[in-house]
Structures are given as structure tokens and as C-alpha cells.
């Protein structure tokens, strides 16, 4: 696949997004931005977040349950649930896979959910030993970060400390420092993660400016492999062409457990 045609496959058209259930996880300022963007293109929007009083609280248009089975949602409708993500991301998928998940959370949505699922049954802890001399082997001119304490690595075209303008769209060229790109990021952290046991890169699809996610049914495949694991490292990252978070598990397991 040229690369032109890599670029177009990790933006979504407003088209696709219509009818479509749409999570927005974390309700602050970049979730409220994701929702806002949503609602224009007629998603049928979940917000959630653990504060009813979040600034994407202010979006919602209708008091229906979201976890109820039988409601019927129309086109633009935006409902709220006051809670944890992932914990509502769990109930929910037992009931329909959303087309789109916005994580707008602290934390790396996608290793919470895998540490979660790799903990049933298993020892988990951090280990990023055969990522993080990997960075510096790819040829990119890329900024990364390993925090082996938390066990997650971050990288990007743009140098720690400069923030992307609200309005960018990426291209071949960064808007911020002139530079071409290379590889799109989430071929990258592929490479950084090839010695592992299973790597698991989900794209971060461009929704508008500033707005990105992931397919939820990428989510939800991610869940049976990473319940099909039982021992060695494994790893998540989530990546869009210039930017990516990735965390490593070791798993073993647990005594006794079949």
C-alpha cells in the first residue's frame, strides 16, 4: 500500500460517522471537541465521564439510559453516563459494539482495557525491556519517551515540549516544524514492538481537526486475542500517522490456574 493511500485509510468521512454509535470516553475539553464534531456528522453519542457536571455534560439531549437494550436512538442524540469508562465500555460492548470510541481519558485507554483482561488468570506486570532500545534502531527522526515505572512508551514527530495547533490536519509535512514525516507512527511502534510474544497496534482513525479514534470492534477484537494469551510479552499501542502510546505486559500464569 503507498503511502498516500495509508494517510486516507485513518481518516473517516462524515458519511460514515452518520447513525453510527459513537463512545466519547472523558468528558473534558478534547472530549467535548470529539463530541461536538460527532453530533455534526448525526452519531448517535455516548458521553461518559465519573463528573455529571463535566463540560460535555452541557451536549446532552435526551435522558435515555445508554446501557438500556431496547432503546432506540435517533441520529444526533446525546446521552450521558456518569461513571467509569472502562467500566462502562465493558457493559456496553455486551450489548452493541460502537462503530467509534474517542478515549479522551488520562490514561492509555486500550493498555487499561488489556491489563484488565490479561489480569484474569494471570500475573501481570510491566516490562518494557524488549521495546526500549528498539526506539533507537528505527530510522524515523522521532521524539519517545519510557517511563518503565507505569510501563508505557511514547513517541512522536513532533519534539517533546511543542503542542500541535487545534486546527491540524496531518500531511507529508508537520505544520509545526516544516518537517517531512516518515513511516506513519502506528507502523512504527509495529516495528519498536516485532520481538514480542503479540503486539497489537490499533490505529487512531482522524475524525476532523483534532479529533481522532478508535474502531470499536478493533477494541473488541484486541479483547479475544489478548484472551487467548497465557504466557510471554505482549503489547498495546494505539497510533495515528504522527503520534502513538504503547504499554508491555509480562503474563504469567497465576498458581493454580488452568
Not at 122 to 150: A, K, M, N
Amino acid at each position: 500500500m503507498d503511502s498516500e493511500k495509508r494517510d486516507e485509510i485513518l481518516r473517516l468521512r462524515r458519511d460514515e460517522l452518520r447513525d453510527r454509535y459513537a463512545l466519547v470516553l472523558g468528558g473534558g475539553k478534547f472530549g467535548t471537541i470529539a463530541a461536538r464534531f460527532l453530533i455534526g456528522c448525526g452519531s448517535k453519542v455516548i458521553i461518559v465521564d465519573i463528573k455529571d457536571d463535566c463540560e460535555a455534560h452541557a451536549l446532552v439531549n435526551s435522558e435515555i439510559d445508554p446501557l438500556d437494550r431496547d432503546a432506540e436512538l435517533e441520529p444526533g442524540d446525546v446521552l450521558f453516563f456518569c461513571g467509569d469508562a472502562l467500566e462502562f465500555f465493558e457493559r456496553f460492548i455486551e450489548i452493541r459494539i460502537p462503530f467509534i470510541v474517542v478515549t479522551a481519558i488520562t490514561r492509555h485507554f486500550a493498555g487499561v482495557f488489556a491489563e484488565k483482561i490479561l489480569s484474569e488468570g494471570h500475573e501481570v506486570r510491566y516490562d518494557l525491556t524488549r521495546v526500549r532500545d528498539r526506539f533507537d534502531e528505527v530510522s524515523e527522526e522521532i521524539d519517545y519517551g519510557v517511563f518503565e515505572r507505569d510501563g508505557i512508551a511514547t513517541a512522536s514527530y513532533m519534539p517533546f515540549g511543542m503542542v500541535c495547533p487545534e486546527d491540524c490536519y496531518p500531511g507529508k509535512v508537520c505544520t509545526v516544524t516544516g518537517k517531512r514525516r516518515g513511516r506513519p507512527m502506528y507502523e512504527i511502534l509495529a516495528d519498536v514492538m516485532k520481538d514480542l510474544d503479540l503486539a497489537i497496534v490499533l490505529a487512531s482513525y482522524q475524525l476532523g481537526r483534532g479529533v481522532g479514534g478508535v474502531l470499536g470492534e478493533d477494541l473488541v477484537r484486541m479483547r479475544e486475542q489478548l484472551r487467548g494469551f497465557d504466557e510471554g510479552v505482549c503489547g498495546v499501542a494505539t497510533a495515528c500517522l504522527c503520534h502513538g502510546v504503547l504499554n508491555t505486559f509480562r503474563v504469567e500464569k497465576k498458581e493454580g490456574v488452568l
